[in-house]
C-alpha cells in the first residue's frame, strides 16, 4: 500500500483509561490483531488525565481483554507481541501543549516508519469534552491533513437536538466534514449487521416483513450489571439517552427501512433516515400512554447483593434518573403504518440479553379444536444480538403422538 493506506495506522484514544476503552474498543482490537485484520504498523496511544505509565496502561487494559475478548483469556506471546503497541499519555483535554506532545509522538512513528500513517482520533470522552478536544487539535494541527486525520466520536452526540447542531458547527470549524466519523458502536455486533443480510439476502422473509403479516416488533436489551464506574456520565444521561436514542433507534432502522438499492453507506443512511422521519411524534401529553421509566433499587443479582442506583459512586443520592425505560413508537408509513415497535432497555435486571423479537399475526382461520390449541403461540422471528448469538423461527408442529396437538418448535441459525 502506498503511504497513509492501512498497512500503517496511529490510533489516539481520548479517553483510553475509561470504561470505553477497557470494555469495548481494546478488547475488539485486540481480537483484530488476533485475526490479522489490523495493520502491519498499528501503534495505540491512550490519552486521559489518569496518571499511569505505559506499563500500567497495559496492565489495566489485559484484564479488560481477558475478560470482554470473543477469543477468551490472553495467551503470554500474542499478548505482549499486542501489548508492545500501546503507550499512554497523561494530559489535560485544555492543555494546548498536550496536543502537540501527541503530535510529536505521532511524527516520530511516521519517521521510525518510514512512512506518513493513517491518524485515526477516537474521542471515547463525553459529550461536554468533544469540543475542547476539537479545538485542541485544531490548534496543534492535527486536522489539517484530509487524506490522513480522521475524528471519531463516540455516542452519546450532545445531549440534546441545540447541543448536537452546536457538536457538529465546532467540528466542521477544525474538521472537514469527509474526515468525520460520528458512531454507535453498536452497529458493530455482528448480529446487528446480519440485520441486513437476513433481510436482503434472503428471499424468504421480504414478502411478509410488513403490516400485512407483522404483528408487532420489539426491541430489547436488559442488562444485569448497575451502573459500574460510570455514575458521573450516566446520571446526566441515563437509559433513554443512553440506550434507546441511538443503539436501539439504530436498530430499529434496521429492521423498518426499505430495501437499499445498493450496499453503501449513503444509501444505507438515507434509508435509515426515512425510517426516521417517519416515527410518529410524541406530544408531551402523550408521554404517560407510551412511556414507562424506572430506576433500580437495592436486591440481588446471581446471588449477589447489590446496591440501589443512588448509593452508586458519583451517582446523586436524589437522582431521578432512569434506569430502565420503555417506549412504544409508530412508524407511519405504507409498510408500517399500525404496526406498534416497543423498545426498553434497562440495569440491574435479572438476565443479559439483548434481542429483537418480529411477533407475526396469527393464522387468519383456527381449525383446530381448542384441546389441541391450548398452548398455541404466534410465528416469531427472533435475532439473538448476546450473549448467545443467533437467529431463531420459533413456529408450530405437530407434537408426536396420535393426537394432533401443535407446539412450537424453533429453527435456528
Given at each position: ?12 484514544i ?27 504498523r ?7 488525565r ?54 510529536a ?8 516508519w ?28 492535527l ?15 450532545g ?32 448480529t ?49 439517552r ?23 453507506a ?5 434509508k435509515?433516515?426515512?425510517?426516521l ?13 407510551v ?17 440501589a ?14 434506569t ?13 403504518q ?17 434481542e ?19 398452548h ?19 413456529f ?7 393426537i ?10
Amino acid at each position: 500500500m502506498g503511504e497513509g493506506g492501512p498497512d500503517q495506522a496511529i490510533l489516539a484514544i481520548f479517553g483510553g483509561g475509561g470504561d470505553l476503552a477497557w470494555r469495548k474498543l481494546v478488547p475488539a482490537l485486540y481480537d483484530l490483531y488476533l485475526d490479522h485484520w489490523l495493520p502491519k504498523r498499528f501503534a495505540l496511544v491512550g490519552l486521559g488525565r489518569q496518571r499511569l505509565s505505559d506499563e500500567e496502561f497495559r496492565t489495566r487494559l489485559r484484564a479488560g481483554v481477558d475478560q470482554f475478548s470473543r477469543h477468551g483469556r490472553t495467551e503470554a506471546r500474542p499478548w505482549e507481541e499486542f501489548a508492545a503497541t500501546l503507550a499512554f499519555q497523561s494530559g489535560d483535554f485544555g492543555d494546548r501543549a498536550w496536543y502537540a506532545a501527541l503530535d510529536a509522538r505521532m511524527s516520530a512513528l511516521d519517521r521510525a516508519w518510514g512512512g506518513s500513517a493513517t491518524r485515526i482520533l477516537y474521542l471515547a470522552t463525553p459529550p461536554d469534552a468533544v469540543g475542547t478536544i476539537a479545538q485542541g487539535l485544531g490548534a496543534a494541527g492535527l486536522s489539517r491533513d484530509r487524506a490522513r486525520a480522521r475524528i471519531v466520536v463516540e455516542k452519546p452526540f450532545g445531549h440534546d437536538l441545540v447541543s448536537a447542531r452546536s457538536l457538529n458547527h465546532t467540528l466542521g470549524e477544525v474538521f472537514d466534514e469527509s474526515q468525520i466519523y460520528r458512531i454507535d458502536h453498536y452497529l458493530g455486533k455482528e448480529t446487528v449487521q446480519n440485520i441486513l443480510a437476513l433481510r436482503f439476502a434472503n428471499a424468504l422473509f421480504e414478502p411478509v416483513w410488513n403490516r400485512r403479516y407483522i404483528d408487532h416488533v420489539q426491541i430489547a436489551v436488559a442488562e444485569t450489571v448497575g451502573v459500574e464506574q460510570r455514575g458521573h456520565y450516566y446520571d446526566h444521561a441515563g437509559a433513554l439517552r443512553d440506550m434507546i436514542q441511538n443503539h436501539l433507534l439504530q436498530v430499529l432502522c434496521l429492521i423498518a427501512m426499505e430495501p437499499p438499492v445498493r450496499l453503501d453507506a449513503g444509501e444505507i443512511r438515507s434509508k435509515k433516515v426515512d425510517v426516521l422521519r417517519a416515527i410518529r411524534p410524541i406530544a408531551p401529553a402523550e408521554v404517560p400512554r407510551v412511556a414507562v421509566r424506572g430506576q433500580y433499587g437495592t436486591g440481588t443479582i446471581e446471588g449477589r447483593a447489590v446496591p440501589a442506583y443512588r448509593a452508586e459512586k458519583n451517582v446523586a443520592p436524589d437522582s431521578a434518573t432512569e434506569t430502565f425505560a420503555a417506549v412504544q413508537f409508530w412508524v407511519d408509513n405504507w409498510r408500517w403504518q399500525d404496526v406498534p415497535f416497543y423498545l426498553r432497555t434497562g440495569k440491574r435486571l435479572p438476565a443479559k440479553v439483548s434481542e429483537v423479537s418480529i411477533q407475526f399475526r396469527p393464522v387468519p382461520h383456527q381449525a383446530f379444536p381448542a384441546k389441541a390449541v391450548e398452548h398455541w403461540q404466534p410465528n416469531r422471528l427472533i435475532v439473538r444480538i448476546q450473549p448467545a448469538e443467533g437467529i431463531l423461527l420459533r413456529f408450530q408442529a405437530k407434537r408426536p403422538g396420535p393426537i394432533m396437538r401443535p407446539t412450537k418448535p424453533c429453527s435456528s441459525t
